[in-house]
């Protein structure tokens, strides 16, 4: 059935009434219809002008901007933090204590760097203002301001070498320690005489007289400990402090390594058996009470001169250490030789001939005056110097067994100069 609305072909039949008006459609050219219709503008919003949103995205592009300078900023802060710097040889400068704007303007001065912000700002960056070290340093050539904040952070100061020889007095080391330019300040007082070890110890410039000493008195109580520790189980030493005492009298004895172990061996035995030690150096030691020297051969009244060190006259070890003994004296001590010597006297040529008895020792003394007396034929007459004889025992024998205290007494020759 055909609806009555709809026209022969089935096109919709316009419902409008038929008084109303019916707007003209102008056909489009094929060109038009191609075209892409205007589309109205969007309606105005007032959310888009609020002042909230506009300040917003002007903070935003600020921050994006801030952003992008200062990835700028620091890719070109890295390059110039690592380039090559403007030294052209290496250089030593002293860093004394301050902050890091006094540091990075001597380093300037110095030619080590050329750029004081970059340096400050690097130290800020990576939080290391309070970590920069006084000391000396050493700067390589071209050393960028990396290594040379590098190098002040991690302290690595140059280290500069203070020997202190063994069988030198306490006085005597303070005095060598006085003398080193790298150290600072002074001593509140002398320690006690072999409490010290002698040794080669490393320092940086500025270290402190008072710290190498600390150093230096630890160092000898972990010495003595671990020998004592390892010492011989029949040793007549009664105590760590009485290994020193021997042990500075056998350093003072002998220079010679091979002949440590032996000198001891020769003390022990004297002291197993109640002989006096009769050790030169302990005479020495008691008339200039640590102080150097004596800087002549003793005398005979000097032998017999009482002092508590003089042990040509007391029995026993002395009542403390006649200097301050390296570690091999010490280890000497602990484990001495098991020889069935008593005596030793110089041999001229920086060592001793050592004797079991009494008659072989007093051959060995005659060899020794000779010795002595060619030397002074051929020493030049120009020199006025004394000619230095060789420390040696006196060959007193040992303690009578019905006469308890006195001894009988023999030849004593006399001694080396000291």
Do not use: C
């Not at 801030?66 to 030294?87: H, N, S, V, W």
């Not at 920069?132 to 280290?159: C, H």
């Not at 080669?200 to 008072?210: A, H, I, N, S």
């Amino acid at each position: 059935m055909v609806d009555e609305r709809k026209g022969y072909r089935g096109d919709e039949v316009d419902d409008a009434p038929e008084n109303e008006a019916r707007p003209i459609i102008h056909p489009k050219s094929p060109r038009q219809a191609l075209m892409a219709e205007m589309l109205p503008p969007p309606p105005y919003s007032r959310r888009a002008r609020h002042p909230i949103v506009v300040i917003g995205n002007a903070v935003l592009t600020a921050i994006v901007l801030f952003i992008l300078a200062g990835g700028a900023g620091f890719y070109f802060g890295k390059q110039r933090y690592e380039a090559p710097g403007p030294l052209d040889r290496e250089r030593t400068v002293v860093i004394p204590r301050g902050g890091v704007r006094d540091t990075a303007e001597l380093l300037r001065r110095e030619g080590v760097i050329d750029q004081t912000i970059l340096f400050v700002g690097a130290a800020t960056l990576l939080r290391v203002t309070n970590d920069i070290k006084a000391g000396e340093y050493l700067f390589e050539r071209n050393a960028s301001i990396r290594d040379v904040l590098d190098t002040v952070v991690q302290g690595q100061a140059i280290q500069h070498q203070v020997t202190i020889p063994e069988g030198l007095t306490t006085e005597q080391i303070v005095q060598k320690l006085m003398e080193a330019e790298v150290l600072t300040g002074t001593l509140r007082e002398i320690p006690r005489e072999g409490t010290l070890l002698p040794e080669t110890y490393k320092v940086t410039r500025g270290t402190t007289r008072e710290q190498v000493v600390a150093r230096m008195a630890n160092a000898q109580k972990r010495i003595v400990q671990e020998v004592w520790d390892r010492r011989a189980p029949d040793l007549p030493i009664k105590s760590p402090e009485e290994l020193v005492v021997l042990a500075s009298i056998v350093e003072k004895e002998t220079g010679k390594a091979d002949e440590r172990t032996r000198v001891a061996g020769v003390f022990v035995n004297r002291i197993n058996r109640r002989m006096r030690l009769e050790s030169d150096p302990t005479i020495v030691y008691g008339l200039v009470g640590g102080k150097g020297t004596l800087g002549r051969g003793i005398l005979q009244s000097e032998k017999a001169q009482a002092t508590p060190y003089n042990t040509y006259v007391i029995y026993g070890l002395p009542p403390g250490p006649i200097a301050n003994p390296g570690r091999a004296s010490l280890e000497a001590a602990a484990n001495p030789s098991r020889t069935r010597d008593f005596y030793f006297v110089a041999d001229g040529t920086g060592g001793h001939v050592f004797a079991e008895t009494y008659d072989q020792h007093l051959k060995n003394v005659a060899r020794w005056r000779d010795v002595e007396r060619e030397r002074r034929d051929t020493a030049p007459a120009s020199t006025g110097a004394p000619v230095p004889t060789a420390s040696e025992f006196s060959p007193t024998p040992m303690l009578s067994p019905n006469a308890p205290g006195r001894t009988k007494q023999g030849l004593r020759p006399t001694p080396r100069a000291q």
